[in-house]
């Protein structure tokens, strides 16, 4: 039995749960989002909650669709209603960035400044050296910091390029250089 997906759902206030289909929508204040449901996967959507089923209990791919879609839902239901957010921080000597209409525009070290299209439904803010991306699905903000963050990832010796705000690098030294000749 899968223990996440046997959780029921609950659905907030100024939610809306809808199953059409194999398609499920949740609309919220954050906005709409959809999510193509497995044909495995049974969706009972009431007033107050949503739950999620499977045919076959002892099918150990389908305990696995249960979870995961159990999970799906629940971020959709979050997504909707408080929105994700993820940061990034900016290190190094020169590094600028800065938000022109819908392009997260950046200096860093390269011979060209780097513009990255922000996606439609993401909102990015820019305070000094910290990116703040945020929006209602869980899955984009995810994938638009990780685009972010692989154009600049921190190196190891100095720390500079992109990194999560709660994201430590591990320093390491650098080459030693002996004296040579000195003090016999």
Do not use: A, M, N, Q
């Given at each position: 039995m899968s223990r996440i997906g046997?959780?029921?759902?609950?659905?907030?206030?100024?939610?809306?749960v809808e199953k059409k289909d194999l398609t499920l929508t949740v609309t919220g204040p954050k906005g709409t989002l959809n999510l193509d449901l497995h044909p495995?996967?049974?969706?009972?959507?009431?007033?107050k909650e949503v739950n999620v089923d499977i045919s076959n209990k002892e099918n150990k791919r389908q305990k696995a669709l249960w979870g995961l879609f159990r999970a799906l839902i629940a971020n959709q239901v979050d997504g909707v209603t408080k929105g994700f957010e993820k940061k990034l921080e900016v290190i190094g000597v020169g590094f600028k960035v800065a938000t022109s209409g819908t392009k997260l525009v950046m200096s860093l070290?390269?011979?060209?400044?780097v513009?990255?299209?922000?996606?439609?439904?993401?909102?990015?803010a820019v305070d000094k050296n910290i990116i703040s991306i945020s929006g209602a699905d869980k899955q984009q903000v995810g994938q638009f910091t990780a685009e972010v963050r692989a154009?600049?990832?921190?190196?190891?010796?100095?720390?500079?390029?992109?990194?999560?705000?709660d994201e430590?690098?591990?320093?390491k030294a650098g080459k030693v250089v002996k004296v040579v000749g000195g003090g016999k």
């Open positions: 046997k959780k029921p759902i609950i659905i907030p206030l100024g939610v809306k495995k996967v049974k969706i009972d959507v009431t007033d070290g390269f011979s060209h400044p513009e990255v299209e922000i996606p439609k439904g993401l909102t990015v154009l600049k990832k921190p190196e190891p010796y100095k720390g500079k390029g992109i990194k999560y705000v430590v690098v591990r320093r």
